[in-house]
């Protein structure tokens, strides 16, 4: 797509600091770290969201994502990883070209995801819900 950030990426036409490269996949750092060393793993064609990637690819991106993973523990001593990948304006996406995001995290980083779990009304509430999904399922 000839307006999207990270197909420029992946056509070299804007600069980025690539630490993986495959036939499909791109893997390179973030230009805005949630904390220091977070990467992006992106398909090279683009695809998005993720409802609308081949389960292949989607499983090649996440495989990539592993190895990340395990690099920045062996490599920058992180001591944990987030990994994670938003769909849509209403979750936190905005760069609408499928990615994975692999954050390094170290006991002493200072990020906090702000995680504010909700309750349900009642267990009758929680069933209806769960009834609406896995009838889609
Ligand atoms: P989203 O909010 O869509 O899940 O995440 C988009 C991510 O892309 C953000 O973490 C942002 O910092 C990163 N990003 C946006 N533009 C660029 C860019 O031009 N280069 C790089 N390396 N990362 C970018
Ligand atoms: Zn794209």
Redesign the pocket.
């Known amino acids: 797509m000839s307006d999207c950030?990270?197909c420029?990426?992946v056509e070299k036409q804007?600069?980025?600091?690539v630490i993986y490269e495959d036939d499909e996949v791109l893997a390179?750092?973030?230009?805005?770290?949630?904390v220091k060393g977070?990467a992006?793993v992106i398909p090279k064609r683009h695809c998005d969201p993720v409802t609308e990637t081949p389960d292949e690819l989607l499983a090649k991106l996440h495989i990539v994502a592993k190895r990340i993973a395990e690099a920045q523990m062996n490599g920058l001593g992180a001591d944990g990883v987030n990994i994670?990948?938003?769909n849509g304006a209403a979750?936190?996406?905005?760069?609408?070209h499928i990615?994975v995001?692999v954050i390094p995290r170290f006991s002493d980083d200072g990020h906090h995801w702000n995680w504010n779990p909700k309750t349900y009304d009642d267990f009758d509430e929680m069933n209806a819900l769960a009834a609406q999904i896995q009838n889609h399922l």
């Open positions: 950030i990270f420029k990426i804007i600069p980025a600091t390179f750092m973030d230009i805005g770290p949630i977070h992006l994670m990948q938003n979750a936190g996406q905005e760069v609408p990615h995001h």
